[in-house]
Nanobody, 122 residues
Framework: QVQLVESGGGLVQAGGSLRVSCAASGRAFYNYVMGWFRQAPGKEREFVAAINRSGGSTYFANSVEGRFTISRDNAKNTVYLQMNSLKPEDTAVYYC???????????????WGQGTQVTVSS
């Protein structure tokens, strides 16, 4: 079992930056591929970014490529999502998730946090 707790969401103006964090507890954090997803009102949850176990490989949705970065600190059991050049369409609840297999689909992830709200004003 892995428990995930997100933090760092908030309100930011368009063009601004924000970093959200996800602290993990429970089973060995380093065994999991970590991902970030988001869900806007009335829309399905969508893939944002993922990072492999060592942190050496990262993957992004086309909509955030070049603006967002994902990183992890296995010593601190924490994964981060740095969001730059934010747009109003980035407004959503952001969730972190842990997966044994990795991937871009929600079904590939075994554990989820409760989410943190990110709001980008125009």
């Amino acid at each position: 079992q892995v428990q995930l707790v997100e933090s760092g969401g908030g309100l930011v103006q368009a063009g601004g930056s924000l970093r959200v964090s996800c602290a993990a507890s429970g089973r060995a954090f380093y065994n999991y591929v970590m991902g970030w997803f988001r869900q806007a009102p009335g829309k399905e949850r969508e893939f944002v970014a993922a990072i492999n176990r060592s942190g050496g490989s990262t993957y992004f949705a086309n909509s955030v490529e070049g603006r967002f970065t994902i990183s992890r600190d296995n010593a601190k059991n924490t994964v981060y999502l740095q969001m730059n050049s934010l747009k109003p369409e980035d407004t959503a609840v952001y969730y972190c998730a842990a997966s044994i297999t990795g991937g871009r689909s929600t079904g590939s992830y075994n554990y989820w946090g409760q989410g943190t709200q990110v709001t980008v004003s125009s």
